[in-house]
């Protein structure tokens, strides 16, 4: 091993930084089994870290897509009570809707819903149930609903007040074996005959959970005012032009609503924001728990790093006293074994990155999924396994540099 001296000086020679990392790596290579071991805790440690990154962030994502398919940007506005009990309910109409669609700037598109209940005949002398929806031909794009076949109807059928209705897909797979079967054929809903152009699903399943269940037909809002004696609506939608304006645009509707009918009526002005809230503390709950998982399995690789670490000391001890009896100081002495612990960290951290990526990465490549992939996790990781290298190898570097240089001589 190389000295360097000051000419000139009486003091000892030292040995430089790249000096005691080289002799580092050299230690490392001559005990490659020992130290391989012992780097395994700290690659599983750094690769679980990454993966449960990983899956959070998939999860988070999952979760966050499915609630939004329920309505992109939609706001939900419905009459909840207030007023004296034998008082007219104050439901909501159609102006209220044209109201808000001219006040309220940011609402790109909106749609009432007028709920009726029918029955209609299946066969065999059986009859089922069956709720009939009134909406606008905007109701598929603020629900994001999905047309599985033949067409939602459109702006002509409303004018025109056309006797056309859309099928729910369970419903018409119930009814006609399948959805493609279903266009065309006609029922009745009060007595009238409405052809089936089309059928549709929710993007997300909400089980029964929306306005919308297995049994539902949508026919058009000016044909289903045939059957009601009154212009109250069940509820509105309305749909934000941005994600940012839901929850603004969502207190002015409110606002707007409240100022057309009675102070003591009560409207429930709701969006999917405080759900979307909620679904992203919960997923970083579960990730921080998850990360806790894994900061116990880099805790015993720290130990294991300690462990070995102190039993390279005792195995070296004699060494260490030839080194400081030619001038290396305790802060040299310190410096190597800890050097050689964080090179043990580092190792165990590098690999465990390569595998904590390549995993996700190979689910990209090798399928259509899009595993989001944070590169903050793998900076993370290899911080955290030096940061294990220094605090587990402090202790192991500090006894080293207290041994004394005469009793180490004659150590044995």
Request: net charge neutral.
């Amino acid at each position: 091993m190389a000295l360097t001296t000051t000419p000139g000086t009486c003091r000892p020679p030292k040995l430089v930084t790249g000096e005691i990392l080289s002799f580092a790596y050299d230690t490392f290579c001559a005990n490659k089994v020992r130290f391989a071991l012992t780097a395994v805790g700290m690659v599983i440690g750094t690769a679980s870290l990454i993966l449960v990154v990983t899956i959070g962030m998939t999860g988070k994502q999952y979760v966050l897509n499915q609630i939004q398919s329920i309505g992109a940007n939609m706001i939900e506005a419905e009459y909840q009570g207030g007023g004296e009990k034998n008082e007219t309910p104050d439901l909501l109409t159609i102006q209220d809707m044209n109201a808000a669609m001219n006040d309220v700037p940011g609402i790109v598109a909106a749609s009432p819903v007028v709920p009726l209940d029918d029955r209609i005949p299946i066969g065999g002398g059986k009859m089922r149930d069956l709720r009939v929806l009134g909406v606008f031909p905007e109701y598929t794009a603020v629900r994001n609903l999905v047309v599985t076949s033949g067409r939602f109807f459109d702006a002509q059928d409303e004018q025109a007040r056309n006797k056309v209705g859309v099928m729910q897909q369970k419903l018409a797979e119930q009814l006609y074996g399948s959805v493609d079967n279903a266009v065309g054929k006609e029922i009745k809903i009060a007595g009238l005959p409405f052809t089936i152009i089309g059928s549709f699903r929710e993007r997300v399943n909400t089980f029964g959970m929306s306005e919308v269940t297995d049994n539902s037909v949508v026919i058009p809002y000016t044909v289903s005012r045939f059957f009601t004696d009154s212009p109250d609506v069940r509820q509105l939608y309305f749909s934000a032009a941005e994600p940012s304006m839901v929850v603004p645009v969502t207190e002015q509707i409110k606002k707007v609503i409240q100022s057309r009918h009675r102070p003591e009526s009560v409207y429930v002005v709701q969006n999917l924001t405080e759900l979307v809230n909620v679904a992203n503390r919960t997923a970083n709950a579960l990730t921080m728990v998850l990360l806790l998982i894994s900061a116990v399995t880099l805790l015993v690789s720290g130990i294991g790093i300690m462990n070995i670490m102190l039993a390279t000391v005792s195995s070296r001890i004699r060494e260490i006293g030839i080194r400081k009896a030619i001038g290396a100081t305790r802060r040299e002495i310190r410096f190597q074994f800890l050097s050689e612990a964080i090179l043990i960290s580092l190792v165990g951290g590098l690999l465990g990155v390569i595998i904590g990526l390549a995993l996700p990465w190979s689910v990209r490549f090798l399928t259509e999924y899009r595993i989001p992939i944070s590169g903050l996790s793998a900076i993370v990781a290899i911080a955290v396994s030096s940061l294990v290298g220094i605090l587990f190898g402090t202790v192991p570097a500090a006894r080293a540099a207290k041994l004394d240089p005469v009793e180490s001589l004659r150590y044995e």
